[in-house]
């Protein structure tokens, strides 16, 4: 039975310029001691979802689960276990409802290693986990580079792999949340291709990707877009300058209004060429243009890094090498709009290796997760997935807070995303009315709340008039007395 999800809004002014990064809360391992790598970190509510990959047997496939933004964590799930003997790349979680989808890859034989695509489904929130499946037929060429990204019950893969001399990308789609999936199509070949990095909201896909089309350029970031759910897609554009210096490892970021961060690492203002900063970008219009570069860092030792883009801020996180031979580090910083970055915050503590740092961002709040080969003093085995999380809450739109809310009032919304209805459910609210209004503030329609103080409402998608609207963000905001409450809905179709 699926629990509905609270989702609480304080709707105020919203937030103007930068507060710096304060402090964040002591890391904590939240994995099994032992090597992890290739995390991924979201956040819905209050729930973390987090998917990596467990090094110590072999490569398995691990789920952690929080319900209460970070503050207990769950044991590790294994998802995959018969990965013993293979090494797994990419990780990716995505989650619909109380469906959990986990894709990644991983080698199937020994050198010249030939990789494919897994994935596995949850349909219990975590707790349960169907076997396996490989999306691809056997015998693929090395160095395969993958994403997945998923809005609603949509979900888009790109891989790239060689074929004899050439990089040739591919897509594949599932419009059942990865029940099935459909064949490969063609998408574009280069000549050499690293790291991808991919967003979508309803049907639009953003595709991010470092490579060069000959052998005779320096490797570049490159963005593609497909605007039918990965159908078709758009031609390549490239984001970062051919300035002659290598540009790559992408990852990517939207916002509550769609908008595209896209983050890279940039060599072209370091003194040398084995690291650099990381720049970004921003779209305003779905990636059919972009603004000027911001620079994040400033000690040109960065290389690997995440993303992730709420209210007004830009939030960044990267690996750093300025401590070197120590080992590598995890620093942190934000922005508004990439108008002046906060100083750079070290999030680990501890000498030993730190890497592959993963965002996520809900109600003003950051969650932070990456590896760590950090010596734990409980065991005499090295290693393991850590986790902070910055407490700072804007004194602007906050997302999420249920448990700030007085227990007189209280609203839920189920399911949300949604594609067709929403059934929204309020306790303590006597009087008053339910109104939705759209992302730019315009009143869409009032229900009006009578009765007792508890009670629903279903919204069918439709304004006033009876007119279907179209997909987007919407808010519900229920009001009676003094008391103001609000959720945000994502209609999806």
């Not at 979900?155 to 490969?184: C, H, M």
């Not at 002046?340 to 890497?355: A, I, V």
């Not at 459910?425 to 992302?439: C, Q, R, T, V």
């Amino acid at each position: 039975m699926y629990k509905p999800i609270i989702l609480g809004i304080a709707m105020t002014a919203l937030l103007v310029g930068s507060v710096p990064a304060q402090q964040w809360s002591p890391p904590v391992r939240i994995s099994a001691p032992g090597g992890c790598e290739y995390p991924q970190i979201l956040a819905i509510g209050d729930t973390l979802h987090v998917a990596y990959t467990y090094g110590r047997d072999g490569g398995r496939i691990e789920y952690l689960r929080s319900t209460d933004r970070g503050s207990n964590w769950g044991l590790p799930i294994v998802v995959s276990d018969t990965a013993a003997s293979f090494h797994t790349y990419h990780v990716r979680v995505m989650v619909q409802e109380m469906i959990i989808l986990v894709a990644w890859t991983a080698t199937e034989e020994a050198w010249p290693y030939r990789h494919n695509i897994f994935c596995a489904r949850s349909a219990d929130g975590g707790q349960n986990w169907d076997r396996e499946i490989p999306l691809l037929h056997p015998g693929l060429e090395p160095n395969m580079y993958f994403d997945a990204a998923g809005s609603g019950p949509l979900v888009n893969a790109v891989y790239g792999f060689y074929e004899g001399e050439i990089r040739r990308f591919k897509s594949l789609r599932s419009t059942d949340f990865g029940q099935t999936w459909s064949a490969p199509q063609d998408i574009f070949t280069c000549y050499d291709a690293g790291a991808t990095s991919m967003a979508s909201i309803g049907d639009t896909v953003h595709l991010a990707w470092g490579g060069r089309f000959a052998p005779t350029e320096t490797y570049e970031v490159y963005y593609a877009e497909s605007t039918d759910g990965g159908l078709s897609w758009e031609p390549n554009r490239m984001i970062s300058d051919n300035d002659g210096r290598s540009s790559q490892l992408p990852t990517m970021a939207l916002d509550d209004s769609a908008n595209v961060a896209l983050a890279w690492w940039d060599m072209k203002y370091s003194p040398n060429y084995t690291v650099g900063d990381i720049l970004i970008r921003l779209s305003f219009n779905g990636g059919q243009s972009w603004g000027p570069e911001g620079i994040a860092t400033t000690c040109h030792t960065a290389d690997f890094s995440d993303v992730a883009w709420d209210g007004d801020t830009i939030r960044i996180a990267w690996e750093d090498q300025r401590g070197l031979p120590d080992g590598r580090m995890v620093y942190y910083s934000q922005s508004p709009n990439l108008i002046g970055w906060s100083p750079e915050l070290r999030l680990d503590t501890e000498p030993e290796d730190s890497y592959n740092p993963a965002l996520a961002t809900c109600g003003g709040q950051v969650f932070a997760v990456w590896c760590d080969a950090i010596c734990n003093p409980d065991t005499d085995i090295c290693g393991g997935l850590y986790f902070s999380m910055y407490p700072f809450q804007p004194q602007g739109i906050r997302e999420d807070v249920a448990n700030e809310l007085p227990e007189k009032a209280t609203v839920f919304v189920y399911p949300n995303p949604f594609n067709s209805s929403v059934l929204i459910s309020y306790s303590n609210l006597k009087g008053g009315e339910i109104a939705i209004y759209d992302i730019q503030g315009k009143l869409i329609k009032v229900f009006a709340l009578e009765g007792g103080e508890d009670g629903q409402i279903n919204w069918d998608a439709t304004d006033a008039s009876g007119e279907t609207v179209s997909s987007g963000i919407y808010f519900a905001r229920a009001r009676a007395s003094q008391e103001s409450h609000a959720v945000k809905l994502l209609l999806v179709r």
